[in-house]
Each structure stands twice: as structure tokens, then as C-alpha cells.
């Protein structure tokens, strides 16, 4: 029985620095450099596939992580003529694979290219990738190895699609998945749609154009005029504009407490309570901020109170780090980056935003 082709999500989450030139040169990566050897890949795509695949983890991580999954997609069940749709910030890009079996890092032609800094991309004869960087001030070199071990040849279909212009709400959500890749076949009408409009140059909506060119300003102002302190104030605000009884920011040296929360709303109608832990900066928010709501939740959540309790981490920055998304999953916790929350806050109106104060 002939195949069916599939489109699969694809994250740039690890060592995005590296992983994207090397996708802008036709080659999508994923880490787990520890199994990248033709063994590996020959005794996944075998009869005997998932067993060893397992076995494989056993023997050389000593335990079964659930990011393994990722790998498996990847190795084993992508195969040549599938697209791979993969997010980037406010927009998406469309490849297809054009071989059926994945590559190591080692074995791949690559051309000189360089990280976002500028600093140089080596294969050596380790079979590792290498990032070379200078120190400024003793101009010493230093050799860091970069954890991907595999590469699928890709060719482009389309770059860079507005999200908000382009993506249904159906592929909006799913781009917002908490793991490296996922098989999103199910969605292949809204791809479709996507990438016709695109070409054609005919948005969806009027809605999401306007949301599209006015929520990166939005972003870029909160960045550069508010305070971490002001910047939990307009989480307040917000919460405030959508309806929630009360709202109120605790103070910081609370006696006893466990974990963080920077920003509570109370939903007295609902009987709901929103916990927020709150970031301010650009850049990549790591997992300590999902381990500090985390904890309180632990915490809030030993009280009857009657009180339904949702956990939030509200940020700034551009997007999460792969080990936030994967704690916060098994959390049950929201996370909002700075592109999200700017949205929320064109979608609850900016009336009188002027006016925000502690």
C-alpha cells in the first residue's frame, strides 16, 4: 500500500543559532549528537525499529526521556516528498524533504557558514560541528561543540509567511505546540490555504493584518519604555481590562513563600484564580521561570478553598527554552511570550492604556 504523504511541524529550538543558517543551506537539524552514527539510523528504519530505538537510549542515556519522540519522527518516520512546516517569530516556512533517509551532521557538504554572531561553523573530523569564537580582549580562540547530530535535506517552498496574515486559526494553534515536531497532516487544507494566499498575496483577514503590523510595535514599545516593575503593572492592567474582580501583586518578601507570583487574579463570578509569574526581558526565557510557578502551584494548590487555579508565565522575550515548553506541559501551565501577550493586549482593547498605574 502506497504511502500517504505527510506534513510535519519542525521547531528551530536547539542551538537555533547554527540550526537556521544551516536550514538557509538546505539541511534541517535536530540534537541528540550521542546516537548519530549510520548504525543508529540503519537500525531505526529496520524491522526491529522502536525496540532498538529504545534500547538505544538505555545504553547510552541510562533512561527513556520523552523528548526521544522528537528523534523518532525525525529519523524514522519523516521520508522524502513530505513538507515540513516550520515556525520562526510572527511567521512560518513551508520545505519539502527530498530524500527519504536522514543524515549525519559528519556526512553532509557543508560551505562555510556562520552563527547569528558571526562566529565560524567548522566540521571537523570528529564528526561533531564546531563553533569557533575569539576573545576580544586576549584573542584566544575557543572551540564549542554543537549538539546536532542529524540532518534532513529540505528545499524550499515558501519563506517567512506572516503568521497573522496567513495562518487559520487551526495552524495558528498548532505552531504553538510544546514540542520539537509533531505530524500535523490533519491540517494539510489550512497549509494549503496558507500557501495559496501567500503567493497570491491575499491575507486572510483584515483582522490579522492589523494584528500582524501592530503587535510587534506593541512589543518593541513595552521593551524599550517600561521597568520590570511597570511592566507587571500592565499584566495587572490586563487583567483588569478583561474582566477579573480583583488583581493585585504581591509583595516580594513574602514570609514563607514558596515560588513566585507576580501578578494574581481573582475571577470571583468564575470562582478562578489566574497566577502569573511575570518576565521581563528579550531574548530566550529559560525554565527557572516555569520551576518558580511551579512551586507555588504546588503550594496553592493543597488549599480547598473552592477556587478553581490556573498558572501563567507572561514574558517578554521572544519565545521559551524547549525545557520550559516541556516542564510547563506537564505543569499544566500557560506560557505567553512577548508576541502573545502584545495580541492580547490589541485583543482586550488599548483604550485608556495610557492611564495604567500601580
Same mark, same amino acid.
Given at each position: 500500500?502506497?504511502?500517504?504523504?505527510?506534513?510535519?511541524? =519542525?521547531?528551530?529550538?536547539? =542551538?537555533?543559532?547554527?540550526?537556521?543558517?544551516?536550514?538557509?543551506?538546505?539541511?534541517?537539524?535536530?540534537?541528540?549528537?550521542?546516537?548519530?552514527?549510520?548504525?543508529?539510523?540503519?537500525?531505526?528504519?529496520?524491522?526491529?525499529?522502536?525496540?532498538?530505538?529504545?534500547?538505544?537510549?538505555?545504553?547510552?542515556?541510562?533512561?527513556?526521556?520523552?523528548?526521544? #519522540?522528537?528523534?523518532?519522527?525525525?529519523?524514522? /518516520?519523516?521520508?522524502?516528498?513530505?513538507?515540513?512546516?516550520?515556525?520562526?517569530?510572527?511567521?512560518?516556512?513551508?520545505?519539502?524533504?527530498?530524500?527519504?533517509?536522514?543524515?549525519?551532521?559528519?556526512?553532509?557538504?557543508?560551505?562555510?557558514?556562520?552563527?547569528?554572531?558571526?562566529?565560524?561553523?567548522?566540521?571537523?573530523?570528529?564528526?561533531?560541528?564546531?563553533?569557533?569564537?575569539?576573545?576580544?580582549?586576549?584573542?584566544?580562540?575557543?572551540?564549542?561543540?554543537?549538539?546536532?547530530?542529524?540532518?534532513?535535506?529540505?528545499?524550499?517552498?515558501?519563506?517567512?509567511?506572516?503568521?497573522?496574515?496567513?495562518?487559520?486559526?487551526?495552524?495558528?494553534?498548532?505552531? #504553538?505546540?510544546?514540542?520539537?515536531?509533531?505530524?500535523?497532516?490533519?491540517?494539510?487544507?489550512?497549509?494549503?490555504?496558507?500557501?495559496?494566499?501567500?503567493?497570491?498575496?491575499?491575507?486572510?483577514?483584515?483582522?490579522?493584518?492589523?494584528?500582524?503590523?501592530?503587535?510587534?510595535?506593541?512589543?518593541?514599545?513595552?521593551?524599550?519604555?517600561?521597568?520590570?516593575? #511597570?511592566?507587571?503593572?500592565?499584566?495587572?492592567?490586563?487583567?483588569?481590562?478583561?474582566?477579573?474582580?480583583?488583581?493585585?501583586?504581591?509583595?516580594?518578601?513574602?514570609?514563607?513563600? /514558596?515560588?513566585?507570583?507576580?501578578?494574581?487574579?481573582?475571577?470571583?463570578?468564575?470562582?478562578?484564580?489566574?497566577?502569573?509569574?511575570?518576565?521581563? =526581558?528579550?531574548?530566550?526565557?529559560?525554565?527557572?521561570?516555569?520551576?518558580?510557578?511551579?512551586?507555588?502551584?504546588?503550594?496553592?494548590?493543597?488549599?480547598?478553598?473552592?477556587?478553581?487555579?490556573?498558572?501563567?508565565?507572561?514574558?517578554?522575550?521572544?519565545?521559551?527554552? /524547549?525545557?520550559?515548553?516541556?516542564?510547563?506541559? /506537564?505543569?499544566?501551565?500557560?506560557?505567553?511570550?512577548?508576541?502573545?501577550?502584545?495580541?492580547?493586549?490589541?485583543?482586550?482593547?488599548?483604550?485608556?492604556?495610557?492611564?495604567?498605574?500601580?
Amino acid at each position: 500500500m502506497e504511502r500517504t504523504t505527510k506534513i510535519w511541524l =519542525h521547531r528551530i529550538s536547539h =542551538h537555533g543559532e547554527v540550526a537556521r543558517p544551516l536550514l538557509d543551506n538546505g539541511y534541517l537539524s535536530i540534537g541528540f549528537s550521542d546516537f548519530s552514527t549510520q548504525d543508529f539510523i540503519k537500525d531505526v528504519r529496520g524491522e526491529n525499529d522502536w525496540q532498538l530505538f529504545e534500547e538505544y537510549f538505555d545504553g547510552t542515556w541510562g533512561n527513556r526521556p520523552r523528548t526521544r #519522540k522528537n528523534l523518532w519522527r525525525f529519523v524514522a /518516520e519523516m521520508r522524502e516528498g513530505d513538507l515540513i512546516v516550520v515556525p520562526n517569530w510572527g511567521t512560518f516556512s513551508v520545505y519539502e524533504l527530498t530524500e527519504d533517509m536522514a543524515r549525519l551532521v559528519s556526512e553532509i557538504e557543508l560551505s562555510e557558514i556562520t552563527d547569528w554572531d558571526g562566529n565560524k561553523i567548522e566540521k571537523k573530523e570528529d564528526g561533531y560541528l564546531h563553533k569557533i569564537t575569539t576573545d576580544k580582549s586576549t584573542g584566544k580562540s575557543k572551540d564549542e561543540i554543537i549538539d546536532l547530530g542529524f540532518v534532513r535535506k529540505v528545499k524550499l517552498i515558501e519563506k517567512d509567511i506572516p503568521r497573522y496574515e496567513y495562518a487559520d486559526s487551526a495552524l495558528t494553534s498548532r505552531m #504553538k505546540i510544546q514540542y520539537t515536531n509533531a505530524d500535523i497532516t490533519e491540517l494539510k487544507a489550512s497549509i494549503e490555504k496558507a500557501l495559496e494566499g501567500f503567493k497570491k498575496g491575499q491575507p486572510l483577514n483584515i483582522y490579522s493584518q492589523i494584528i500582524s503590523k501592530t503587535r510587534q510595535s506593541i512589543l518593541d514599545t513595552i521593551r524599550e519604555e517600561l521597568t520590570p516593575d #511597570k511592566f507587571e503593572i500592565l499584566v495587572k492592567w490586563y487583567f483588569q481590562r478583561i474582566g477579573a474582580s480583583e488583581v493585585y501583586i504581591p509583595s516580594k518578601n513574602e514570609s514563607g513563600k /514558596e515560588g513566585d507570583a507576580d501578578v494574581i487574579a481573582v475571577f470571583e463570578p468564575l470562582k478562578t484564580i489566574i497566577y502569573s509569574q511575570v518576565k521581563f =526581558h528579550t531574548g530566550e526565557t529559560s525554565s527557572w521561570a516555569i520551576e518558580q510557578i511551579i512551586s507555588y502551584k504546588d503550594q496553592k494548590d493543597t488549599m480547598d478553598d473552592g477556587y478553581s487555579k490556573i498558572y501563567w508565565v507572561i514574558s517578554s522575550a521572544d519565545n521559551f527554552s /524547549e525545557e520550559a515548553y516541556v516542564s510547563a506541559k /506537564e505543569a499544566k501551565v500557560q506560557l505567553v511570550d512577548g508576541e502573545q501577550f502584545a495580541t492580547m493586549l490589541l485583543e482586550a482593547g488599548i483604550v485608556n492604556l495610557d492611564k495604567v498605574s500601580g
